[in-house]
């Protein structure tokens, strides 16, 4: 049958939707029949009424215009953008019913922001140019609205919706009343149906335009009044259901319950032990007992609650579970399915939009990851450099003191000084470890190993460093299996957060580690970006110190940051922890609030395998001079001529080249046995690893030693030595080279 819109919908409440959306978007609406008749309007068109269609040169154009928006039929109801030649964007969306056209919502004029302004001058030549009353051309221009893009179309998407929801409503009625036209009685039913839809139309409305600025409880409370009222009710409930579906939380009563019921309830219900009040989750529909006192699955009513003769509950399903319900009760006369229709109606309307709402905070948390990630990696990349560069320099440094002190005599008052520049040498080397070690750029020795035995024998190193003012808990999980860690990073990862714990302590406190083992499953991976889904380790390290703020624990892990009084801390200590823990594949969090503490929670994989007992080897005493022949290919000159000095010292013969090409070059003009390829790692031209491969094909024999201030994938991945290599990292002391240099001669 042909449908007639202005007989599906009240125009009244039509022109108080359009009235709506102006005052809250300044966004003028017209709906139009299909001839093209306007049925409701509302906003300001003043430029385009007063001016535009008044003016012959221009009149046509915006006919055209118009022509061109009430023309969109498309069948699929999509929305049609029109920008005209003035610069005005103006959106038509025709309204469809089984097929049929029956109207068109022409939304507009607008400015569409894109960031430059609307620009004064230009319409105020424009106003010359056609002579209009300039000053009133410009006031008129003010009045149209300048908005973003996604804003107007949201805005136009949430109207069109309102009206379809109207005319659906319509629809609904005018079938209803064909049906029961002739029976007085269900004329009134009619209506009553009819005040319903429009009742709820308005509701959504209204639920669409106060969301932004609710809370998620707020939307609840919202909602659930809207249901008290929307069905006739006095007492109002909603609860959220747990994930398990073995759970009820109660979230919120209506107003008018909270004044009149004493009774004392408890937040949370195990979903066995609850009342009839539940029975719509069990049965995943709207359940409705119109006598209370003779309804089924009673536990009776807590002392103070307010009497209940009938109630309803509707659940609000996603899938196939239930994610909250809605109560209502006491309604004078009895609930029935019209009731139960609109509070789902409205129900799956708010779930909507707390869905939409949770997916953009998820949203939000992984691109505030990802941010971090890529800060953490930026930062990393430009130590690891830094480091490079340092270790490159403390290797000269720390070489030429070693080679001034042999060669003054004892007693001499230079060994004084001397002491001084290798102790803050030492100390500058400790300061590139631990930049190394955050930019997950030094070699690691992982082996199997199991927290707890490493926890163990570290007590007594502990208990001196935390000292006596501060208790020392251990909570271990016995069952606990293994990792394959570094035992010596692993052992740095719990001085520090040891450390740190002690810091945040300095009136004394009790430090508790505590390990246990657990699955990180797909929910958790997925907020945790490059942490893979599996059986981890878990080591926690809690104080009961000052804890921080907010602010603070956003840059806990970033290098050089600290809390601490100048010249109390390099700000290296957490961050080392987090590249060590990230280069063994491993997550790290910090738990912690202002005065209540904090506790540091490292995530490392399991593995299948036998644990490694760390046995401590006496180191062998190892000869040091030699009269071998060793090609030194080192591109900074600074660290070539120490290196070659200490070697030559040592007895050895030295060619000597500062890139791989060099190198082969020397190599083959050499006359004797290469013994040894001392080579770096980074150069340019060719890798230390490209030039060793070439070296070995033309001379099998040849040892190789490689030496470099930080790992990279050119004999390393993720810090782990390639097998089979030999490796030195620099700074290296003159006795470190020359044994290094002899044990792999000797291999």
């Not at 125009?11 to 709906?31: F, G, K, P, Y």
């Not at 089924?296 to 609000?316: C, I």
């Not at 971090?372 to 490159?392: C, I, P, S, T």
């Not at 022949?629 to 500062?658: H, N, Q, S, W």
Request: aromatic share 6%; net charge negative; charged share 25%.
């Amino acid at each position: 049958m042909p449908y007639n819109f202005s007989e599906l919908v009240c125009v009244n409440e039509l022109q108080e939707m359009a009235d709506t959306l102006s005052a809250t978007s300044s966004i003028s609406a017209r709906i139009h029949d299909p001839r093209g008749q306007i049925i409701a309007a509302s906003g300001m068109e003043n430029i385009c009424s007063r001016f535009h269609r008044e003016h012959p040169a221009i009149s046509e154009m915006c006919e055209k215009c118009n022509q061109r928006l009430l023309e969109n039929v498309d069948p699929g109801g999509e929305c049609l953008m029109n920008r005209c030649s003035l610069g005005f964007t103006a959106c038509s969306c025709p309204i469809y019913v089984r097929d049929q056209h029956i109207a068109t919502v022409i939304t507009g004029p607008v400015f569409i922001d894109n960031g430059e302004g609307v620009s004064q001058e230009v319409f105020r030549a424009q106003a010359r140019r056609f002579e209009f009353d300039e000053e009133l051309y410009l006031e008129y221009l003010g009045q149209v609205p300048v908005l973003g893009e996604p804003y107007f179309r949201s805005a136009i998407s949430c109207f069109k919706q309102m009206v379809q929801i109207l005319v659906r409503s319509g629809v609904a009625v005018n079938k209803e009343i064909e049906l029961q036209e002739k029976h007085l009685e269900q004329q009134e039913k009619t209506q009553q149906a009819r005040r319903r839809y429009s009742d709820i139309t308005r509701q959504l409305l209204e639920l669409y335009t106060r969301a932004p600025e609710l809370s998620d409880r707020g939307l609840y409370e919202f909602v659930l009044d809207k249901a008290v009222g929307l069905t006739g009710s006095t007492i109002g409930f909603f609860h959220l259901v747990s994930d398990d579906q073995q759970t009820i939380s109660l979230t919120t009563w209506n107003a008018e319950t909270l004044k009149d019921c004493n009774a004392v309830y408890e937040t949370h219900y195990p979903l066995s032990a609850a009342g009839n009040w539940v029975d719509c989750i069990r049965e995943k529909r709207p359940v409705i007992y119109n006598d209370f006192p003779t309804s089924p699955n009673q536990k009776g009513l807590p002392e103070g609650h307010t009497p209940l003769a009938r109630f309803m509950s509707v659940p609000v399903m996603e899938g196939d579970k239930v994610r909250y319900i809605f109560g209502v009760g006491n309604k004078i006369g009895e609930y029935e399915k019209n009731d139960s229709d609109q509070i789902l109606l409205i129900a799956n309307e708010l779930h909507k939009i707390l869905v939409q709402r949770t997916a953009r905070k998820e949203n939000k948390k992984l691109e505030d990851q990802l941010h971090q990630a890529q800060k953490m990696e930026m930062v990393g990349r430009l130590a690891g450099g830094v480091a490079h560069d340092f270790n490159n320099l403390l290797t000269v440094i720390s070489g030429n003191v070693e080679l001034a002190q042999m060669d003054l005599e004892p007693g001499n008052d230079l060994h004084g000084y001397l002491d001084e520049v290798s102790s803050a040498a030492d100390r500058a080397a400790e300061l590139t470890h631990q930049l190394l070690a955050f930019s997950r750029k030094q070699i690691i020795m992982p082996r199997v190993i199991n927290l707890n035995h490493l926890i163990e024998n570290m007590m007594k190193m502990l208990k001196r460093i935390i000292g006596e003012d501060v208790e020392l808990r251990t909570l271990t999980n016995q069952r606990i299996g293994q990792i394959k860690a570094d035992p010596g990073q692993m052992e740095q990862v719990i001085v520090n957060m040891a450390v740190n714990a002690r810091d945040a302590m300095p009136a004394g406190g009790t430090l508790t580690i505590e390990t246990s083992e657990l699955e990180l499953d797909g929910e958790y991976c997925r907020d945790h970006l490059h942490v893979e889904p599996g059986m981890y380790a878990m080591l926690a390290i809690s104080d009961n110190g000052n804890g921080m703020d907010e602010e603070t624990r956003k840059h806990i892990f970033d290098p050089f940051f600290t809390t601490k009084k100048e010249g109390k801390g390099t700000g290296l200590g957490l961050s080392t922890v987090y590249g060590i823990i990230k280069q063994h594949g491993g997550n790290v969090e910090v738990y912690s609030e202002s005065e209540a503490g904090t506790t540091f929670k490292v995530y490392l994989p399991l593995v299948d395998e036998q644990e490694e007992p760390i046995r401590i080897q006496a180191e062998p005493v190892i000869r040091q001079m030699g009269i071998e022949t060793i090609l030194l290919v080192e591109d900074e000159a600074i660290v070539r001529r120490i290196a070659r000095r200490i070697l030559k010292r040592m007895g050895y013969t030295v060619l000597e080249a500062d890139n791989g090409l060099a190198a082969l070059e020397a190599a083959q003009k050499f006359d004797g046995t290469i013994d040894l390829l001392l080579t770096d790692v980074v150069m340019p031209k060719m890798n230390g690893r490209q030039l060793a491969q070439e070296m070995q094909q033309q001379y099998p024999g040849i040892k190789i030693l490689f030496a470099s201030g930080y790992t990279d994938n050119v004999i390393a991945h993720h810090g782990i030595l390639d097998e089979g290599l030999n490796f030195i990292g620099k700074p290296y002391s003159t006795q470190g080279l020359a044994q290094r240099v002899r044990s792999v001669l000797d291999q």
